[in-house]
């Protein structure tokens, strides 16, 4: 399993789905699994930039895994975005003899984020959302990087700007570099 983490706009959906495609991965989003629930309340959540609870990640997240054990390998996209949800990760993954082969850490400088955003216009990339979702990138999902790297993980940090191409060969080097050992 690899997991990107990166402040919102950073790319990691576009780098994620690329890397899933070139290697026959599956690509696992919990935005995108929790946009295809019919959950209103969830929903409404996301539409106003904050986190869905942990009881209701863990279950989509619990079913998402247990319908990947035949996959050669996952690339998980915005999850775990806090040091809770990482601790029941590495906890569940037990549970499929499965762990995490590499952290894929997506930098961006700030003005740049903000341009990639306003481009993107995703209906829940409001000013205000976007405020909440980086207050909550730095105080809640960071400090799940520590979490990682001190539980042994390999965390590998990316020069996020450039074409997509370029990028997309940075990530390629580091997650061959943490799959051969
Ligand atoms: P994303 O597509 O990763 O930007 O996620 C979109 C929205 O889904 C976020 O702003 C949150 O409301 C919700 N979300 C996605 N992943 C999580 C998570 N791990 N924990 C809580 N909420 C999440």
Not at 15 to 29: D, F, K
Not at 76 to 86: A, H, L, M, S, Y
């Amino acid at each position: 399993m690899i997991i990107f983490f990166g402040p919102p706009g950073a790319g990691k959906s576009v780098q994620g789905q690329i890397l899933a495609a070139r290697h026959g991965w599956r690509w696992l989003s919990t935005g995108q699994l929790l946009r295809d629930t019919h959950d209103q309340t969830i929903h409404e959540t996301m539409n106003q930039g904050k986190l869905v609870n942990d009881e209701s990640m863990n279950r989509i997240v619990a079913e998402a895994l247990k319908n990947a054990q035949d996959v050669e390998n996952l690339i998980i996209d915005g999850f775990p975005r806090k040091v809770e949800q990482g601790k029941w990760l590495v906890e569940n993954l037990k549970k499929y003899n499965s762990g995490i082969d590499a952290i894929i850490l997506l930098e961006v400088p700030d003005d740049e984020l903000k341009k990639r955003l306003h481009i993107r216009g995703r209906a829940d990339d409001t000013s205000k959302n976007i405020a909440l979702r980086s207050q909550d990138y730095l105080s809640k999902t960071k400090p799940v990087i520590d979490y990682f790297q001190n539980a042994g993980i390999k965390v590998r940090t990316i020069n996020g700007e450039g074409s997509v191409g370029s990028i997309h060969d940075r990530i390629e080097e580091a997650v061959e570099s943490c799959l051969q050992k």
